[in-house]
Nanobody, 121 residues
Framework: QVQLVESGGGLVQPGGSLRLSCAASGSIVRIFAMGWYRQPPGKQRELVATITSDGSTNYADSVKGRFTISGDNGKNTVFLQMNSLKPDDTAVYFC???????????????WGQGTQVTVSS
């Protein structure tokens, strides 16, 4: 089975930085895209950033210029570098992978369990 585990969350002051990572383990033959989503308190889950296997990236307007998504396909890992953090960035952050486990299989999306990021003085 495929398992995604996030790390790097925590408490940080406004203006600070955090680096999140998410590593996928298990049988994976191809990764098509990786991404980060977040769910602020009292709000729905929202897109933060995505990266495709060719390196193309997409960011939510709210994080452009502050966050950077990157990946290491060889290690089945996606990163999110978060700079200039704001209180509005407080949320549970979830990673997701669009991947294929078997050559005969179809694409499927997997989610991590989430990691808490709190931006507060």
């Amino acid at each position: 089975q495929v398992q995604l585990v996030e790390s790097g969350g925590g408490l940080v002051q406004p203006g600070g930085s955090l680096r999140l990572s998410c590593a996928a383990s298990g049988s994976i033959v191809r990764i098509f895209a990786m991404g980060w989503y977040r769910q602020p308190p009292g709000k729905q889950r929202e897109l933060v950033a995505t990266i495709t296997s060719d390196g193309s990236t997409n960011y939510a307007d709210s994080v452009k210029g502050r966050f950077t998504i990157s990946g290491d396909n060889g290690k089945n890992t996606v990163f999110l570098q978060m700079n200039s953090l704001k209180p509005d960035d407080t949320a549970v952050y979830f990673c997701n992978f669009e991947l294929r486990r078997y050559t005969w299989g179809s694409r499927a999306t997997y989610w991590g369990q989430g990691t808490q990021v709190t931006v507060s003085s």
